[in-house]
């Protein structure tokens, strides 16, 4: 049961998280949310020992708990490698909860999630997996079965996993993503001039390389009339050869929820995290996803938002420098056009998903 303290609620929280930011930082938003409204929350973080989540989410000041575990990709050898790894990960997060005693367990999807949360549904304590993508994962599909709770971001889950254990709250992202706030300040800092409309160009955290190149080109026919800001990802700045300083800028990064906040529209790629993020803030974007991921499971976040007419959808496949500069210059020239686009994206993200989550957690919790 909830421990309780002067009134006040105080879970122990196990949450599972890694290999990508896309599992790690929703995973943070919630967990910086819960530290904010519940202080008195106790919260220990589960992951890969080799792994990203090893540095980001101690450095977050969070107690993390690493495990050597690997994926299944690959061939049989590698299978068989992961299925042993996940399975002695199994017996040690049965010690590690006999000694933690959580309240609920919280899996945000990958391999790395299986092992924490089928112990803890062995042990009777409550479950609950996170899914950000449209068509959900390997991980979150078989931890379904098992799990007391799935939050999901999207409708189409309803077909991939147990609809009676779904709630579409969100992510957790978009809650942190609500509250930036920009100022013109923070565009001059980057080259911009705080006069003039800028657009936002971010292809991920690594940029891309094939896409780019197509922005590069497309720089030349854009109208005059708005700049462009683009985050060309780590060693990726040498894509940029026909931009110019007064009104292409190209940087390594930017702090995209702010950059988001301040723009007229941008062109991004349709991850997880870039969903929520423009679900929150209500960006007019135009969508570019990224045909190298799992299941193309970014086509389908995607579509989902075209499909609701909150952003526009170019396939890369289809994509070239001319149609994307005049995607562009036609939105830019379309106030009325932008705000359609801005109104039907806050209708379809979940601004309050990390609290709404949270509320969710205690009523299983509660439950015991």
Excluded at 22 to 45: M, N, Q, S, V
Excluded at 71 to 97: D, E, P
Excluded at 151 to 160: D, F, I, M, R, W
């Amino acid at each position: 049961m909830l421990k309780y303290s002067d009134g006040v609620k105080a879970m122990k929280v196990v949450i599972a998280a890694g290999g990508t930011g896309g599992h790690i930082y929703p995973a943070l938003a919630l967990a910086d949310i819960l530290k904010k409204t519940r202080p008195e929350t106790e919260i220990l973080f589960f992951g890969s020992s080799g792994r990203m989540e090893a540095e980001v989410i101690p450095a977050h000041g969070y107690r993390f708990h690493g495990e050597e575990m690997t994926g299944t990709n690959g061939g049989i050898s590698a299978k068989v490698h992961s299925l042993l790894s996940l399975v002695k990960a199994g017996r040690h997060c049965r010690k590690l909860l006999k000694e933690e005693k959580p309240d609920i367990c919280v899996g945000f999807g990958n391999y790395i999630s299986v092992p924490l949360i089928l112990a803890a549904h062995r042990m009777h304590i409550p479950t609950m997996i996170h899914e950000q993508n449209s068509f959900a994962g390997k991980a979150n599909r078989l931890l379904s079965r098992y799990c007391d709770a799935i939050v999901t971001c999207y409708a189409s889950n309803e077909e991939q996993m147990p609809k009676e254990k779904i709630r579409l709250l969100g992510n957790p992202q978009a809650t942190t993503a609500a509250d930036t706030h920009y100022d013109a300040e923070d565009g001059a800092k980057a080259g911009l001039d705080p006069a003039k409309p800028f657009v936002l160009v971010m292809m991920g955290s690594l940029g891309s390389e094939s896409v780019s190149k197509i922005i590069d080109e497309a720089c030349g026919m854009l109208d005059e009339d708005y700049q462009v800001i683009i985050a060309a990802g780590r060693d990726n700045e040498y894509q940029f050869v026909h931009t110019d300083s007064s009104r292409h800028i190209v940087v390594p990064f930017v702090d995209g929820k702010k950059m988001l906040k301040g723009c007229e529209a941008a062109v991004l790629r349709a991850g997880a995290t870039t969903m929520a993020e423009i679900g929150a803030i209500g960006c007019a974007a135009i969508l570019i996803p990224s045909p190298y991921v799992p299941n193309n499971h970014q086509y389908y976040n995607a579509a989902e938002y075209a499909d609701k007419d909150a952003a526009i959808l170019l396939e890369e496949k289809d994509l070239s420098a001319e149609k994307l500069a005049q995607t562009l210059n036609a939105l830019m020239k379309d106030p009325e056009r932008r705000e359609t686009l801005r109104r039907n994206t806050k209708k379809a993200g979940k601004a309050d998903a990390a609290y709404r989550m949270i509320e969710w957690m205690e009523e299983l919790a509660d439950g015991r």
